[in-house]
């Protein structure tokens, strides 16, 4: 593995390695409108929530890497104190892409991008149309994390409203349909095949230095293997398994059953087949 110390690179070099590599993120399509009331709209990617009482989000419209000046959304949000947060659908990608772009200040992205302007509740920026998921803030602090090219300009807002698509109201991520941000030119749409579920663990877990040493050391079994038997509650007794017709009866061929098994999310046949395995 290569070490890379940002002291020996620029901040355009820094910001692909983060962006890169912190990854995918979720996008925040940030609606501000000015103190002359041009409305405003451009995506940042350095964007999560922070708290649940109240409701906090925070993203990052940071100074250019080229100059160090800072955005439009930045100086809006700052001079207001308010801005609507919307999530962005794969539907509504290519229009978002186009929001990004460097227009002069009185130039109104929602008119470029053929995205709507729709009124919000608590704030004067405008809502998005066709974003299944926003958020009304107030803006509750600005962070400065430095002051050259590249630093960061951090915005906390507390949110005053939600709003939700009602098809889309239990969250489900295929109905969402959200894409992240990676680096480069590269996004990840976030349904679909690439959605899996992962169980959380109950109370305290078996854990991976619990697991039989012959499991371990396997050649077939992967990590997500090995950690999917580690969040068992418990050990369970591996003697006395049944075999079953079919049974491979040698450890490699036991062990791949053992992955099978775990790839259709049967854990029971796992644990008898690593019995299985440990009797020979």
């Not at 709507?116 to 920026?125: H, I, R």
């Not at 405008?126 to 951090?154: D, I, K, N, Y």
């Not at 040493?213 to 992967?222: D, G, N, V, W």
């Amino acid at each position: 593995m290569r070490t890379i110390l940002p002291a020996d690179l620029d901040p355009a070099a820094t910001n692909a390695l983060l962006t890169g590599g912190v990854a995918p993120r979720p996008i925040a399509l940030a609606s501000t409108v000015s103190g002359s009331g041009v409305r405003n709209l451009s995506p940042f990617s350095f964007f999560n929530a922070f708290g649940s009482n109240p409701p906090m989000v925070a993203f990052a419209p940071n100074r250019r890497a080229r100059d160090g000046t800072v955005k439009d959304t930045y100086r809006n949000a700052t001079a207001t104190g308010e801005f609507v947060i919307a999530a962005v659908s794969f539907a509504m990608l290519q229009q978002m892409n186009v929001a990004s772009g460097e227009y002069p200040a009185e130039v109104d992205e929602f008119l470029k991008s053929g995205l709507t302007p729709l009124p919000a509740l608590k704030v004067a920026p405008a809502l998005v149309g066709e974003s299944p998921f926003q958020m009304e803030c107030r803006l509750h602090r600005e962070v400065e994390l430095g002051s050259g090219p590249g630093s960061g300009l951090m915005l906390i807002g507390e949110v005053l409203a939600f709003h939700v698509r009602e098809d889309c109201l239990d969250l489900h991520p295929d109905r969402l349909d959200l894409v992240g941000r990676n680096g480069g030119a590269f996004y990840t749409r976030a349904s679909g095949k690439a959605i899996l579920q992962v169980a959380k663990p109950v109370g305290r877990p078996l854990g991976y230095d619990a697991l039989p040493e012959a499991l371990k050391r396997s050649r077939i079994l992967t990590g997500n293997d090995l950690g999917r038997l580690a969040n068992s509650p418990e050990l369970p007794d591996p003697r006395g398994a049944q075999p079953l017709r079919g049974d491979p009866a040698d450890p490699e061929g036991l062990e791949r059953a053992i992955h099978a098994a775990l790839q259709r999310e049967d854990l029971p046949e796992a644990w008898r087949l690593v019995g299985r395995r440990l009797e020979i």
